[in-house]
C-alpha cells in the first residue's frame, strides 16, 4: 500500500502563495485517486481538491476554486497543490489522501471516508 507525506507548509501573509506537495513511496501514485484535504481546530476535515485517477480531471471546493491548482508530477510520484491568494480562512492542517490502485478512470472522489491512506498532515497559516 502507497505511504504519503506532505510537506511544503509554512506561515504566509495574506495574498501569498504556497505549494504543498504529497510524496508517494511504497506504490506508483499514478494508480490512485488522490485528494486534498483540510482541518482547522474545533472543525471537521473538508474537501480541498482532488485529482482522479486518469490525472485529467480535477475537481475543487467552491471555496478554493480559481485560487487553488492541483497536479501530478508522475516521474516524481508527487501531486501538488498549489495555494495562490492564501486567505486567513485557509489556515488549517492540509492532508493528502490516496484511494486504490484502481483501473483507469475519471471518477473523483470528495468524501474523507472514500480515502485509504493518509499522510500525516502540513500546516498552513495564514496571517492577516
Known amino acids: 500500500q502507497v505511504q504519503l507525506v506532505e510537506s511544503g507548509g509554512g506561515l504566509v501573509q495574506a495574498g501569498g502563495s504556497l505549494r504543498l506537495s504529497c510524496a508517494a513511496s511504497?506504490?506508483?501514485?499514478?494508480?490512485?485517486?488522490v485528494g486534498w484535504f483540510r482541518q482547522a481546530p474545533g472543525k471537521e476535515r473538508e474537501f480541498v481538491a482532488t485529482?482522479?485517477?486518469?490525472?485529467?480531471?480535477?475537481y475543487y471546493a467552491n471555496s478554493v476554486k480559481g485560487r487553488f491548482t492541483v497536479s501530478r508530477d508522475n516521474a516524481k510520484n508527487t501531486v501538488y497543490l498549489q495555494m495562490n491568494g492564501l486567505k486567513a480562512e485557509d489556515t488549517a492542517a492540509y492532508y493528502c489522501?490516496?484511494?486504490?490502485?484502481?483501473?483507469?478512470?475519471?471518477?473523483?472522489?470528495?468524501?474523507?471516508?472514500?480515502?485509504?491512506?493518509w499522510g500525516q498532515g502540513t500546516q498552513v497559516t495564514v496571517s492577516s
Open positions: 485529482t482522479a485517477r486518469s490525472g485529467g480531471t480535477t
Open positions: 489522501a490516496a484511494r486504490g490502485p484502481t483501473y483507469y478512470s475519471a471518477t473523483f472522489y470528495i468524501r474523507p471516508d472514500e480515502y485509504a491512506t
Open positions: 511504497g506504490g506508483t501514485i499514478s494508480f490512485y485517486a
